[in-house]
């Protein structure tokens, strides 16, 4: 199906029917409802069909299993998790697999939350720092179309605001299967002179594992107080985050078909991570008339410690033949990273409001700036935690500056245009260092700088004010691991190879409708286009670079509907569908000797991607969600396909007249054991089986039903 070649047609036909009032007398007639979240109409605001918002009641009435769903909320994406519970989420969208957010630039009030240059891979995305209940919502934007957005933004952005206050405080227990214990204490006060918000979170789990606890210990803090009004204000925000945990890994179909490991068994009970992440910020907005000023300043500090085992004795057999680690000598796989950094930054903007020529405009120029002093980003062979020796470890300082424009022009009461220009420069300096052959890693130290300008498009055209058509185009880019940058030699063989491009571009553009109908229906329809460039990709696992050699396109549609019934029942829908290709087959080698596999499939692109729920809000106290994901079969390497799966939360719960409230979260309701994700590669899991290894599907199944009560106090 080439969706590129129906685009006009599909969008001509949508546009027929959007003069017709079909809810016109109804909605006239109907009383006005507030609604939230993807309901919110943003018809005259939105500047590209990709763009939403998911306000906090729509994130607190969905049941999730970890805090990066959270990003689910966003139509298309997919969160899965191929280790422990601390580790960040992998992402899927528009056919890319996102890893944990090279291709998607994630924020909290502006403070970015992507790692660049991280030991485990670029653009790391790991949100468990930030406490649901503290949301105030959630601003998405797909696509490469926005002026404001940088680094990471290929496939689209999220900017996470968190309260200003709240409108109870409440203290909350939460028990559940597989030791499952977590206590929350959140709420706002008048402080007299400001508001202060606070929350203090603690979660224990061990995991339905049979032969690992992962025993997650992560604590979290939120202190932010606020001065000022709405438009006129200052704000200090501080977050503290700090985690441990053990991991069970992907596992390898043959180990679980003879025996070895049940499904949710693991093959090395030694990995796992430990974290933290401390940042303070500080936000100042001040309106000048039609003018408005966003600052925005902050500082992280970051630690992460991870031991990960992906092959088993592929690259280390053990001596003795036994898989049995031995005492001060190298056996098995493991390995660890490590990471150190502090990072500082701001982020300015100036809106300005202007008649130019008799037309309405809207101007805004801003700056970003961002420096990471890495301490350290290694990657160490270890045993059992302990490390044995140092492939690389290195320390780096990366730079990047911004400046932007954006002008949205009204030309007419329907017509509107909105251009976008960017540039950014990013300086890259790598003191390479190794304790086991630094003569060799010294040729690894460099320094390089380069920049690069984005152009930004957008038209949109108010048919009427139920119904709102978009066509937007633009170029992003993501930033690559400054010590691919630099490098000239790989750090296990010593042989020369190919430095990565500093910055790859990507080229994106759709077209789309959106409605809002009787204050009722929420719904769009988007055709969309990526294009990325060649490039050379910095694999952290392995410290070195690896090459796609060909450039890859992307396309698809997204189709999502929100439907507020009445004031009890809300529904929602959510389809998208993508093709994802390489512009040229690229070649796959089984570790077994057969012939090499040609494939110009995209590993880890999903093709179909279904979301749905029910809500339900009674007078009587009463209110319940139940939604269910589902994604396809999906490409993975030498020609095999992921399976599809399919899972269905659901929440139940009872606000008493009393400040109490009750809820229930069954996860995973139909006990699905499907796949949360899955990959091929070679490994080796004894002494029998081939030196070279054994190419084999690697997976890590769902976690079972599991129930969740929590109850909370509200004051």
Not at 408 to 421: E, F, I, N, S
Not at 583 to 603: C, M, Q, R, T, Y
Not at 606 to 632: C, E, K, T, W
Request: charged residues 25%; proline residues 4%; contains cysteine.
């Amino acid at each position: 199906m080439n969706i590129k070649q129906y685009a006009l047609p599909l969008t001509g036909a949508l546009l027929l029917p959007l003069s017709a009032p079909a809810f016109a007398s109804e909605a006239n007639e109907m009383e006005e409802i507030e609604v939230n979240g993807h309901r919110a109409n943003l018809i005259g605001e939105a500047i590209s069909a990709s763009v939403g918002e998911v306000s906090q009641e729509d994130i607190e009435i969905r049941p999730i299993l970890r805090t990066g769903e959270i990003l689910e909320t966003i139509p298309g994406m997919v969160a899965t998790q191929h280790s422990g519970s601390g580790k960040a989420n992998q992402y899927f969208l528009r056919g890319f697999n996102l890893d944990h957010g090279t291709d998607f630039a994630t924020s909290v009030d502006k403070m970015p939350v992507n790692f660049r240059t991280h030991a485990h891979g670029q653009g790391y995305t790991d949100i468990n720092f930030i406490i649901p209940e503290l949301i105030q919502d959630l601003t998405y934007k797909k696509g490469s179309y926005y002026a404001d957005v940088g680094d990471f933004s290929g496939v689209g952005a999220a900017d996470i605001h968190m309260a200003t206050s709240l409108e109870q405080s409440q203290l909350q227990v939460g028990l559940g299967e597989d030791n499952f214990y977590r206590g929350l204490l959140a709420g706002s006060t008048s402080t007299g002179v400001g508001e202060l918000v606070y929350g203090l979170e603690y979660q224990r789990y061990s995991g339905p594992w049979s032969d690992i606890d992962e025993n997650v210990r992560k604590k979290n803090a939120f202190l932010r107080h606020t001065w000022g009004d709405d438009q006129d204000n200052v704000s200090i925000t501080f977050m503290g985050y700090d985690n441990g945990w053990n991991a069970p890994d992907q596992i390898p179909q043959r180990a679980v078909d003879e025996g070895v490991i049940t499904e949710r068994g693991s093959l090395d009970q030694d990995v796992g991570g430990e974290t933290y992440r401390y940042s303070l910020s500080s936000a100042w907005n001040k309106s000048f008339d039609d003018d408005h000023l966003n600052l925005s300043v902050y500082a992280i500090r970051y630690k992460l410690d991870l031991w990960s085992n992906f092959t088993y004795y592929l690259e280390n057999p053990c001596p003795n033949g036994t898989p049995e680690p031995g005492n001060g000598n190298r056996c098995g796989d493991e390995f660890a990273q490590k990471d150190r950094r502090d990072i500082y930054g701001w982020d300015l903007s100036y809106v300005m409001q202007d008649e130019w020529a008799g037309f309405d405009v809207v101007n805004t120029v801003g700056s970003q700036a961002r420096y990471d002093n890495i301490g350290e980003v290694g990657l160490y062979n270890t045993v059992r935690r302990r490390d044995v020796d140092v492939v690389r470890s290195d320390k780096v300082q990366e730079w990047n500056t911004a400046v932007y424009w954006q002008n949205q022009w009204q030309w007419t009461d329907k017509l509107r245009t909105v251009l976008g220009l960017r540039y950014d420069y990013f300086h890259f300096d790598v003191d390479a260092q190794s304790a086991r052959d630094p003569s060799t890693l010294a040729a690894n130290s460099g320094s390089k700088g380069e920049g690069i300008f984005v152009p930004k498009f957008n038209l949109v055209y108010t048919i009427n004010d139920q119904w709102e058509y978009y066509a937007s185009v633009g170029q992003g880019y993501h930033s690559n691991d400054a010590r691919g940058v630099v490098q000239t030699l790989d750090p296990i063989s010593g042989e020369a190879v190919d430095s990565a491009d500093p910055l790859v571009k990507t080229f994106g553009y759709e077209t789309g409708v959106r409605a809002f109908l009787a204050e009722q229906l929420n719904m769009s329809l988007v055709l969309w286009s990526l294009d990325v460039d060649s490039e050379l990709i910095f694999v952290g696992d392995s410290g070195a670079t690896e090459d796609t050699g060909t450039s890859s396109t992307r396309y698809g549609l997204e189709a999502t509907a929100y439907y507020y019934l009445n004031d009890e029942w809300t529904l929602d829908l959510e389809y998208s569908y993508t093709e994802a290709s390489y512009d040229h087959d690229l070649e796959f080698e089984p570790a077994n000797g057969s012939a090499p596999v040609f494939s110009n499939k995209i590993p880890g692109a999903i093709p179909h991607v279904v979301a749905a729920g029910v809500n339900a809000q009674f007078d009587n106290g009463l209110f319940g969600n139940m939604r269910v994901r589902y994604f396809s079969e999906y490409p993975l390497d030498g020609g095999r396909k992921g399976s599809d799966a399919t899972i269905t939360n659901m929440r139940l719960g009872y606000q008493f007249k009393a400040p109490v409230r009750l809820t229930l979260d069954i996860l995973n309701l139909f006990d699905s054991d499907s796949r949360d994700i899955e990959y091929y590669y070679a490994s080796r899991i004894n002494e029998s089986e081939p030196s070279e290894g054994v190419d084999d599907v690697h997976f890590r199944v769902y976690e079972p039903r599991t129930f969740r009560f929590y109850a909370a106090y509200q004051f």
